[in-house]
Structure formats: C-alpha cells, structure tokens
C-alpha cells in the first residue's frame, strides 16, 4: 500500500471511529454529546448516523486532501 492511501485510510477511519464512538457515547447517555440536526436534537439511532456521517464527510475530504500532498512528496522522479 502506498503511503498516500495509507494516509488516506489512517485519516478516514479516524473520523469514522470518532463519529462512530459520539454517536454511541449519545446513543448510551443522551446528555453527554450534543448531536444536532437542523437545529433539533438527534438522539437515538439518528444520532449514531448524523454524527458517523459527519464525520465520515470531514474525514473523506482531509484524508483526500492531505493524501494528494503526501502523493506529490512521495512520488518517484524521472530518470533521463
């Protein structure tokens, strides 16, 4: 695995793991994490899916980005 998609996957799993473990956190003490959703309240269920989703999203584009940067230092140079 090349290191930009190691990045990638390091970047985009933390963010799922972090919207995974408030949505269970909300799921298992209601008041504890504060998840909205349009202004209202998520709890439950949608709480787990709002704030995996979120997080999701947000570590979708920063792993994208920083894995583009890691790609363009790592890449191998031409021999002519």
Known sequence: MT????TFVIIFG?????GLG?????????????ITFNDQPAIGM?????ATTTWGVLG???GLIVAGIVA??????KVA
């Open 3 to 6: 290191p930009a998609r190691w």
């Open 14 to 18: 933390g963010c799922l793991l972090i």
């Open 22 to 34: 408030m949505g269970v956190v909300n799921l298992i003490a209601p008041g504890t994490a504060t």
């Open 46 to 50: 949608t709480g787990v899916g709002v």
């Open 60 to 62: 979708l584009i920063f």
């Open 72 to 77: 363009l230092f790592t890449r191998r140079k």
